[in-house]
């Protein structure tokens, strides 16, 4: 054979393969072309390596012709193209795969791969001479043209060739992906329920890197049935349930409606061109759909696929704020494609959410059958317990776009409400304009918009808080309610407290076995006519009522009576959440302190009086000289200590009722009185109430850390009481003795008046009897006893003021003991229990001590000392006496800051 080149070498290459040439008859240089050739040809059938995408059979004709073009082979080329229809009709190959292999055979010629030279005149197999015979037995190949390599390859072609009766067409397999990408099982590939997985049917001929793209193109099928099993769960027995729940599915249908629009184009595509390919002989187009195309098309809706499965597995029981929590988590995710998808979701799903606040926030309503929103109501809560323990928020269904401060004020617009309309009997406040349009702006709320939802909450807020404190003040009154609390209660009107007792007083020395309710009432509306208190208007007034304690063994009147204001009628539960049941607890507490600091400073007072007339004692005593009695004349010196204790006890009790009327609660009504004026909501009101109570309790020493200088301020109570008692006893035996020496001195002078002696041995004995021997000196130890028991309880109390956590006690101390007497007489008897007292570390004594700075300088005085010190020499040099009565009291200058 003369001519020789690459033309020829592929027809007879091509002969080879299909079994129409013996290479036995081709001459030495031909048989080592075609062995070549057939080699590079056999492997490249055998193996195992996918079609690229940069190089295809399209690509590798056009890259052919183009060659022939270039070289002026035009006729060639026409030649070329009708031998390549010829291979594509020939059955036996009918894969485009193995076509391709054959096609990059000619690829090699063109790069210069064969040695043959390359020219004009050589023949061509035409059209004509392509055989159609099956493909050569290796052994019909003389060992000369197949060498030992080659021969294994083709044996692994043909073996593969023979196993299976044919290789699974592209086209089929793009259209089963297609059906598997929707949860469908494919011809080809099917789903496994025990493996939970697509497998291939087995038998099924597709190549090794093929199946590896099919299994990671079935992976979005796999995703998809998840998502649809999960959206498919009946409500009943979902765990998605609630309408939060249903909103998030239903978004997921929504992505899942559009994962089926998709999937349809793409059946379509693949249908129709499926179709075109059947009806044509043609050569194939390149927009062909492949695997390798539509590996493309779905790599972003198997991301999306994967984002929707890993939501649908958080969202797993959980429902309302905690499944929109679970969501949002991810909208905050580095990646923007899941950031935008799942704000892509979130925003359908926060939908009924948003309607919950939007009900909750202008009508109060609460629509939540399953529990889902962040607002809960506590079930059998009375009325007028419904602003305190009506509704609550539940922690863990609120959504990380909403702070606690935004909830807290979301829970309040709708107590606020609740409260106008179920307590108030109020709904006026549903026709405000600005409320109209804050609704309005609601229902345009959605997703991703935290400021507009704060903005709407705000403005509704205000104006329905504005609303309440509106009609709180004014339609209720409730400021002149705490007024008349301020004033009965808490000491204010000072004449109706002393009314009362005038009133009261000898009904309440009596047995607390026997006294009445009724009784008392009387005598508190007798107080309220005899005082200012009678030009208050009756709705006030009427709330005022007598309260008894129950009483223990051995209480007077005086231990369990007390004063309550009842908040009656409609006031009941409007009032009642400012006044509840423990604020009108510590209000008792309060008023019961008062009365019993009152009825000391009452019981001293009725000392005075009965004492005081018997300075006559003295001057009978003095003026009948030997005449006198031996006991008399010893009890002047007892009466003088008398008044003298009863003087200290007058000034505790005096400095100590300036401290709690003016110090705490004058001070305490002012200030709460000025932070009313700026509150905006009834949370603000409770929380100033509360806090003006409890700056009174701190003061007043009635809270649990005071409870050790209340004990002592018992303890002096209890002494002047037995003070009270002694004093009562001895003035009246002395007005028993001034009672017989008046009755004595009448009969002297009638008996003078008949010449006879005016004094008798017989009056001598009756003053004997009224002042046995031994009377005075039994008063005065019971007056000595008395009197030490009272410093002891007193230094105590005050050695116990410095060490009081509240800075105004300091003030008290200083009144108590402004010329330091019993700083001095404690440091003068060492071992009293007032001694034990050390002064804090960290907390300047008010007793003059010494301490060291923390940087360990030299010692420096204190400065609460050097105050005092201050103080008692202004004291000194501007001393004011004032006369009240039998008091008098010193006036103290006010430290300034």
Not at 3 to 32: C, F, W, Y
Not at 313 to 321: C, I, R, S
Not at 852 to 858: A, H, L, N, P, Y
């Amino acid at each position: 054979m003369a001519e020789r080149g690459p033309s020829k070498t592929h027809q007879l290459v091509r002969k080879v393969m299909l079994g129409d040439l013996d290479v036995g008859i081709l001459d030495a240089n031909d048989q080592v072309l075609v062995s070549k050739a057939y080699g590079q040809a056999t492997r490249a059938l055998a193996t195992d390596l996918h079609q690229s995408t940069n190089l295809d059979e399209f690509t590798v004709v056009e890259r052919l012709g183009e060659w022939m073009a270039t070289q002026g082979r035009g006729k060639e080329s026409i030649q070329f193209m009708e031998l390549l229809c010829d291979l594509m009709e020939d059955v036996r190959i009918p894969s485009a795969s193995e076509r391709l292999k054959v096609l990059r055979v000619f690829v090699g010629v063109e790069n210069g791969t064969f040695e043959a030279p390359m020219g004009p005149g050589h023949n061509y197999l035409s059209n004509q001479e392509a055989g159609t015979v099956d493909l050569p037995d290796v052994s019909l190949m003389p060992l000369s043209v197949l060498n030992k390599r080659d021969s294994q390859a083709f044996m692994e072609f043909q073996k593969r060739q023979q196993a299976s009766e044919f290789e699974v067409p592209e086209d089929a397999l793009v259209r089963d992906i297609v059906y598997v990408c929707q949860g469908i099982d494919g011809k080809y590939i099917k789903f496994d329920t025990m493996a939970d997985a697509f497998n291939f049917v087995p038998g099924t001929n597709i190549p090794l890197p093929a199946r590896e793209l099919l299994r990671r193109l079935s992976e979005l099928g796999w995703l998809f049935r998840r998502v649809k099993a999960a959206c498919e769960v009946d409500q009943q027995t979902n765990d998605l349930a609630g309408v939060v729940a249903q909103a998030f599915l239903s978004a997921m249908r929504t992505e899942l409606s559009n994962h089926y629009k998709l999937m349809a184009t793409l059946e379509s595509e693949s249908t129709k061109r499926s179709k075109e390919n059947s009806c044509t002989v043609s050569s194939p187009s390149l927009d062909d759909l492949t695997l390798r195309q539509l590996a493309v098309w779905l790599a972003q809706p198997t991301q999306q696929m994967k984002l929707l499965a890993i939501l649908v597995d958080v969202a797993k029981h959980q429902k309302g704020g905690a499944l929109i929590s679970a969501i949002h988590g991810h909208s905050h995710h580095g990646d923007p494609f899941v950031r935008l998808n799942a704000q892509k979701i979130l925003k359908p799903t926060c939908v009924p959410f948003f309607a919950m606040i939007s009900k909750w926030l202008f009508e109060g309503d609460l629509e939540d059958q399953h529990e889902e929103f962040f607002i809960a109501k506590s079930p059998s809560v009375v009325q007028k317990d419904l602003w305190q323990k009506g509704f609550f928020i539940r922690q863990s269904m609120l959504p990380p776009f909403i702070s606690n401060e935004l909830a807290e004020n979301i829970l309040r617009a709708g107590k606020t409400i609740n409260f106008l309309r179920e307590c108030c009997n109020d709904r006026s406040w549903a026709q405000n304009e600005e409320l109209i349009g804050a609704r309005e702006d609601a229902t345009l709320l959605q997703y991703g918009q935290g400021r507009e939802l704060e903005s709407v909450v705000t403005r509704a807020s205000k104006v329905i808080d504005a609303h309440l404190m509106k009609t709180l003040f004014e339609k209720h009154g409730l400021n002149e309610h705490l007024l008349a609390i301020r004033q009965y209660l808490l000491f204010g009107q000072g004449d109706f407290i002393q009314a009362l007792m005038d009133q009261a007083g000898s009904e309440l020395n009596k047995s607390a076995d026997h006294l009445t309710k009724h009784r008392l009432s009387g005598m508190l509306h007798a107080a309220i006519r005899a005082s200012n208190a009678h030009i208050e208007e009756d709705r006030i007034i009427q709330h005022l009522e007598v309260s008894l304690i129950p009483p223990k063994e051995g209480d007077t009147g005086w231990d369990i009576f007390s004063l309550e204001y009842v908040l009656k009628g409609s006031l009941l539960h409007v009032l009642s959440t400012v006044l509840t049941d423990e604020v009108m607890a510590d209000y008792r507490a309060i008023f019961n302190f008062l009365w019993r600091l009152r009825r000391v400073d009452f019981a001293l007072s009725s000392v005075w009086q009965h004492m005081k007339p018997n300075h006559s004692v003295k001057r009978e005593a003095t003026c009948e000289g030997n005449d006198a009695l031996e006991e008399e004349t010893a009890l002047l010196g007892d009466i003088r200590k008398c008044h003298t204790l009863r003087n200290e006890m007058s000034h505790f009790c005096t400095n100590l009722q300036y401290y709690i009327v003016y110090e705490v609660l004058e001070c305490s009504w002012v200030e709460f009185h000025k932070e009313l004026e700026g509150l905006t909501n009834l949370d603000q009101l409770v929380q100033a109430h509360e806090k003006y109570l409890r700056q009174i309790t701190e003061k007043a020493l009635l809270e649990d850390r005071s409870q050790p200088l209340a004990r002592q301020l018992s303890g002096l109570f209890e002494v002047m009481l037995r003070f009270r008692d002694f004093a009562l006893r001895l003035s009246a035996k002395l007005d028993e003795v001034n009672q017989l020496r008046l009755q004595d001195a009448l009969e002297a002078k009638q008996r003078t008046a008949r010449g006879k002696w005016g004094r008798t041995e017989a009056d001598r004995a009756r003053l004997a009897q009224v002042l046995p021997p031994g009377f005075a000196a039994a008063a005065r130890n019971d007056l000595q006893a008395i009197s030490s028991e009272y410093a002891a309880l007193l230094e105590g109390f005050v050695a116990l003021l410095p060490v009081q956590a509240h800075i105004d006690l300091r003030s008290l101390q200083f009144r108590l003991d402004f010329s330091e007497y019993y700083s001095t007489s404690r440091k003068a008897l060492p071992g009293t229990a007032c001694n034990s007292v050390q002064p804090n570390e960290h907390m300047p004594s008010v007793m003059g001590c010494m301490h060291v700075t923390k940087d360990g300088d030299s010692p420096m005085l204190d400065v609460t000392q050097s105050i005092c010190n201050l103080r008692r020499t202004l004291f000194m040099s501007k001393r004011i006496i004032i006369s009240h009565g039998h008091l008098q009291s010193c006036v103290s200058i006010p430290v300034l800051a």
